[in-house]
């Protein structure tokens, strides 16, 4: 069954720490995204990656950096985090070769709390 | 930009009642795709279809239909006889080719909360 694995359901962290959030696909997808769900925003895009080592801005990357080091890895890092970054966030991936329709595959989520 | 718009938030019915979810986009490329998700509880997004602009066949799969409407930039999913399993967030999107690039990116709406109680 070909799955995306967030390494952590549920954070609880405090103000000013420093933040991973580990992703990673079993389907050798060449694309990989980060995105943030909050109440009545939707899913909104923070980085993406579209080949190892590289990364592009999505819609809303402030605050947040990322890391593709393997293929299969994706990253989101909170360097310093803060209450308004209390949210759930969802790794997803996608094909990313020719004929590539943009149909993600998402992780089951993790919920981040910043106190 | 593609922009994708599901205005309504919250919608609760009684099980076995029939309900649409209503899905706009807005876009300028002529080739694109258009996807409905489904978000339960346990938090997940799982892919429910998917369909490409030269094609508006309504699709029809169980219970779950799906009407595509070019003319009026549409695409709303109906769920037929519903019941307590299908409550959950749906979220409609549209694939975006960044700057024509070939990579594709989905924009999706801020979704609507589906109620079923029995």
């Known amino acids: 069954d070909v799955k995306v694995t967030q390494s952590s359901r549920y954070l609880v962290k405090r103000t000013g720490e420093k933040v991973f959030l580990e992703c990673v696909q079993d389907?050798?997808?060449?694309?990989m995204f980060w995105y943030r769900q909050d109440p009545g925003l939707g899913l909104r895009l923070i980085y993406f990656?579209?080949?190892?080592?590289?990364?592009e801005k999505g819609d809303i990357p402030e605050g947040y950096s990322v890391s593709r080091e393997k293929k299969e890895r994706f990253s989101l890092i909170l360097e310093s985090a803060s209450t308004n970054q209390t949210s759930m966030y969802l790794c997803?991936?996608?094909?990313?070769?020719?004929?590539?329709?943009?149909?993600?595959?998402f992780g089951e989520g993790s919920r981040l709390t910043v106190l | 930009a593609q922009k994708v718009t599901q205005a309504q938030t919250e919608i609760s019915v009684v099980e076995k009642e029939d309900v649409t979810l209503d899905c706009v986009y807005e876009?300028?490329?002529?080739?694109?795709?258009l996807f409905w998700y489904k978000q339960p509880p346990s938090g997940e997004l799982v892919f429910l279809i998917r369909r490409n602009s030269f094609d508006e066949q309504n699709e029809i799969s169980g219970r779950y239909s799906w009407n595509f409407q070019k003319s009026t930039s549409s695409f709303n999913f109906t769920i037929t006889a519903s019941q307590v399993v299908d409550s959950a967030v749906y979220f409609c999107?549209?694939?975006?080719?960044?700057?024509?690039?070939?990579?594709?990116?989905?924009?999706f709406g801020t979704g609507t909360r589906l109620l079923v109680s029995p």
């Open positions: 876009t300028r490329d002529t080739t694109y795709y």
């Open positions: 999107a549209l694939s975006e080719d960044e700057a024509n690039t070939g990579f594709q990116k989905l924009v």
């Open positions: 389907m050798d997808h060449e694309n």
């Open positions: 990656s579209y080949d190892v080592k590289m990364k």
């Open positions: 997803a991936s996608s094909f990313g070769l020719a004929g590539d329709t943009g149909e993600l595959f």
